[in-house]
């Protein structure tokens, strides 16, 4: 696919990824940012094309799942875009995503060009072992979080773009009391996004997420001794650039993102269309591997896009299984 001068800097430039990596690894986040506070599920990335570059990118604008990495992105996209992604975890988990995007472009020269979109987020669990305070068992209960994504996003300049996604966050737990009656708590919150392409195959971008967000739970008509807690989201801030290179058949991501009161972390990723609409991919994430795949079919004239990433998993058996799905049309 590519003469030996391109393998030569190609090669190079997995080596000082590589080299970067390891370096940069110690003081660097392990698994930090996903537990230990709230909204856990937003900060565990999301699609398969993604993931398996290592946790996608800010400065990536190729798919719906712009809306979540950078809403900025939205006015680059071409096409209108349908996706949905299942997340299979090992403990009873699930993590899946249901959205639609696309750019407004207006035919009159000289307008500002927008995109919006659309989307769901949904993590569950399943079977948790419930225990009263002697330790006897009281039977299994369930949760379930989500998160309804708006964003809008302009670009002023036709280099520069600025997004903004609202998010409505519900959290709940079924069956909860004696007469089964479920805990839930609602809370908003918003991110913020920019990117910036200087050169037509070159992307820069920043997102400030989880700006405000938090859980308002209100359980003083539930319990005699009810509380009213508010639990805060801990904000993501996050720059990447990325590279398309060899009329786009090779693309190479950096991101350096930092959650409150975690240290830095990283992903660097890579995928190559190594033959016609047939995509391979790899990335390291906080040093950890992994990898995926993709193609790109054709359906009632219109393409069709089918990705798969495998990614481990530090505080389970085994890793995770990612599908995405997209209609482009």
């Not at 190609?10 to 660097?28: D, K, P, Y």
């Not at 989307?119 to 225990?131: F, K, N, P």
């Amino acid at each position: 696919m590519f003469n030996s001068n391109r393998a030569k800097w190609l090669f190079l430039f997995v080596i000082f990824s590589g080299m970067f990596c390891f370096r940069v690894q110690e003081g660097l986040s392990d698994e930090v940012g996903r537990g230990g506070f709230a909204g856990s599920f937003l900060r565990m990335g999301l699609g398969a094309r993604a993931k398996g570059m290592g946790g996608g990118s800010v400065a990536l604008a190729e798919d719906a799942n712009v809306t979540y990495y950078n809403p900025a992105g939205l006015v680059f996209l071409e096409n209108h875009w349908f996706t949905a992604t299942l997340n299979s975890m090992a403990l009873d988990r699930r993590l899946m995503y249901i959205g639609y995007a696309q750019s407004i472009q207006s035919r009159q020269r000289g307008l500002i060009r927008g995109g919006f979109s659309i989307g769901w987020l949904s993590a569950s669990v399943d079977h948790i072992d419930g225990r009263d305070l002697n330790g006897h068992d009281i039977g299994q209960f369930s949760n379930g979080e989500h998160c309804v994504f708006f964003s809008f996003a302009l670009n002023p300049r036709s280099n520069f773009s600025i997004g903004v996604s609202g998010k409505f966050l519900h959290n709940r737990f079924p069956g909860m009391t004696d007469q089964g009656d479920a805990v839930s708590a609602v809370g908003f919150g918003f991110d913020i996004g920019f990117m910036y392409r200087p050169f037509k195959h070159v992307f820069f971008g920043f997102t400030a997420k989880d700006l405000g967000s938090k859980y308002t739970w209100d359980t003083q008509d539930l319990w005699e001794r009810g509380t009213l807690t508010v639990d805060a989201f801990p904000p993501v801030v996050c720059v990447g650039t990325a590279l398309q290179l060899f009329s786009d058949r090779l693309i190479l991501a950096v991101d350096l993102r930092k959650v409150e009161y975690w240290p830095y972390g990283y992903s660097v990723g890579t995928e190559i269309e190594v033959y016609k609409d047939l995509f391979l991919r790899s990335g390291v994430q906080d040093g950890k591997l992994a990898a995926g795949a993709g193609c790109r079919l054709s359906m009632f004239g219109k393409a069709v896009y089918m990705d798969y990433a495998f990614v481990p998993d530090s505080v389970a058996p085994r890793g995770n299984h990612i599908f995405s799905w997209s209609f482009v049309f």
